[in-house]
């Protein structure tokens, strides 16, 4: 299972595999030995590499929270290959809208900066796959809040690539 999440902001691909009763975890490409149990329905004892944790979920009918003990996290939880999470609402929704990747391939081209202003349709990135080059749009007016992709980067069908606000 491939995993796209996003903790307080921060955009990271966690993988896990279950084998032998614990989870195989990579963490941006990072190996983690992860035991988990549920102790109670939305809290998870962990633990990873030898150390202990406490993970509660918060949920409500649009953000996600998870307290590790004192600490509260914002967190985001996408699978790429879930046509559910594909769903971000229409051009005109309003809040930060992510723009994906709609298959794997190789940035060609960044086509504005960060803090820039957008109009739905305006092309943000380019993405090549399979020979053809594929310009990545805004979603809607805006700003681009943020540009995860890298000019010459490969990517995943699923990853970020930029955050327009």
């Not at 084998?19 to 195989?24: H, L, N, Y």
């Not at 391939?105 to 739905?120: D, F, N, T, Y």
Request: with cysteine; glycine share 10%; hydrophobic share 40%.
């Amino acid at each position: 299972m491939v995993y796209d999440v996003t903790v307080d902001g921060q955009p990271h691909r966690l993988e896990l595999e279950r084998d032998e009763g614990k989870w195989k975890c990579l963490l941006d490409g990072r190996k983690i030995t992860v035991d988990a149990v549920m102790l109670r329905p939305d809290v998870l004892s962990l633990l990873v590499d030898g150390r202990s944790y406490e993970i509660k979920r918060e949920q409500t009918a649009t953000d996600l929270h998870l307290w590790v003990g004192s600490a509260r996290f914002d967190v985001e939880l996408r699978d790429p290959r879930s046509l559910r999470s594909r769903r971000d609402g229409g051009a005109s929704a309003g809040g930060p809208r992510r723009l994906i990747a709609p298959m794997p391939g190789k940035i060609v081209r960044v086509l504005v900066a960060e803090k820039s202003e957008v109009e739905a349709g305006q092309g943000i990135v380019v993405v090549e796959a399979m020979k053809m080059q594929n310009e990545i749009k805004s979603p809607k007016n805006g700003v681009v809040q943020r540009i995860l992709a890298v000019q010459g980067a490969t990517v995943n069908a699923g990853d970020v690539l930029a955050i327009v606000e």
